[in-house]
């Protein structure tokens, strides 16, 4: 079992930034790939950005490339998500995500609560 719990979220004026992290439970955590999805009001949930188990591979939606930055750190189980030059449309609930694979995962096995995102304009 991995327990992710997410941080970092909160109020922000468009243009400024933030940095989500995503802790987990487990050591295990490291063979898995991690995915950062959010979801606004009345719209579906969508992928945001992801990295393999070894850093080797990102991916970012088209929305957020260039100014989403994915990342993990090893020693301390935690993957982030910096958010730079934000606009009021990132507003959301963030979630990360971790699914067994040495790629990225068709599913997701594992996900957080969430952590609000809001970009005023």
């Known amino acids: 079992q991995v327990q992710l719990a997410e941080s970092g979220g909160g109020l922000v004026q468009a243009g400024g930034s933030l940095r989500l992290s995503c802790a987990a439970s487990?050591?295990?955590?490291?063979?898995?790939?991690v995915g950062w999805f959010r979801q606004a009001p009345g719209k579906e949930r969508e992928s945001v950005a992801a990295?393999?188990?070894?850093?080797?591979?990102?991916y970012y939606a088209d929305s957020v490339k260039g100014r989403f930055t994915i990342s993990r750190d090893y020693a301390k189980n935690t993957v982030y998500l910096q958010m730079n030059s934000l606009k009021p449309e990132d507003t959301a609930v963030y979630y990360c995500?971790?699914?067994?694979?040495?790629?990225?995962?068709?599913?997701?096995?594992?996900w957080g609560q969430g952590t609000q995102v809001t970009v005023s304009s």
């Open positions: 995500a971790a699914g067994y694979s040495d790629y990225f995962p068709g599913e997701y096995d594992y």
């Open positions: 487990a050591r295990t955590f490291r063979r898995y790939a």
């Open positions: 990295i393999t188990w070894s850093s080797r591979n990102t």
